[in-house]
């Protein structure tokens, strides 16, 4: 695709219920990243894969977080039994991968969840 | 943990006026990102700086990378609407992993026109 595609753009969801934000990644990008960005703050790092597995998981908040890669493109971000303060955007981005740290990372336009 | 701050918060600017925003980390960076968010929209990538005092131009801003790599900053010549954003500086530690960016909370800029 043209660029890094997220769904849904919205979800609206209620406390201990659980949600799935999905990410495509730009087609070829073997680096997919998961961020978390709260109002009037900048994104807060979750996991980074490289292909199918999870390279760096250290942002992940807990153990209601987790998420996929099964084939090395789409990525599925889950959250189990969800609190109030999970409520932000949820952005995905990608990158080729090829560059290492040098990499540009592509963002997609973020899903916003928000937990009544 | 590893911080990036960002300072200021907040710039309200006349047209035409310059703009700068300043990051600092409380660790040695390998590099440093910079990003621009629009209202409603996501990071888009400006630039990366990795050597120590690197200096680089795009048109109208101008990025450097501190003699320590702890500290960064953007600067924006005669600021123009199209420049109203927030911008993030986002740091790489050594030895960080390739996804692990950490974000400064960014520097919000309106532009009067």
């Known amino acids: 695709g043209a660029g890094v595609s997220q769904t849904p753009s919205n979800k609206v969801t209620e406390k201990g219920k659980y949600v799935e934000l999905r990410c495509d990644p730009i087609s070829g990008h073997t680096a997919l990243y998961w961020y978390r960005q709260s109002l009037g703050q900048g994104p807060e790092f979750l996991i980074y894969?490289?292909?199918?597995?999870?390279?760096?998981d250290s942002g992940l908040p807990n153990d209601r977080f987790f998420a996929v890669r099964p084939e090395g493109s789409v990525s599925t971000l889950k959250i189990q039994r969800t609190e109030r303060g999970d409520s932000a955007v949820y952005l995905c981005a990608s990158s080729s991968g090829a560059g290492g740290v040098a990499d540009t990372q592509y963002f997609g336009p973020g899903t916003r969840l928000t937990v009544l | 943990g590893q911080q990036v701050m960002q300072i200021p918060q907040y710039q309200h600017v006349q047209e035409g006026e310059d703009f700068t925003t300043y990051c600092n980390s409380s660790t040695t960076l390998s590099n440093i990102q910079w990003y621009k968010q629009r209202p409603g929209g996501h990071p888009v990538f400006l630039i990366q700086l990795v050597k120590s005092g690197e200096v680089k131009k795009q048109k109208r801003l101008t990025f450097q990378f501190g003699e320590a790599k702890k500290n960064s900053s953007l600067h924006i010549t005669a600021t123009q609407t199209t420049d109203v954003g927030t911008y993030f500086c986002a740091g790489r530690n050594y030895g960080g992993s390739q996804g692990n960016l950490i974000f400064g909370k960014g520097t919000k800029l309106s532009v009067k026109p």
């Open positions: 894969f490289q292909g199918t597995g999870a390279a760096d």
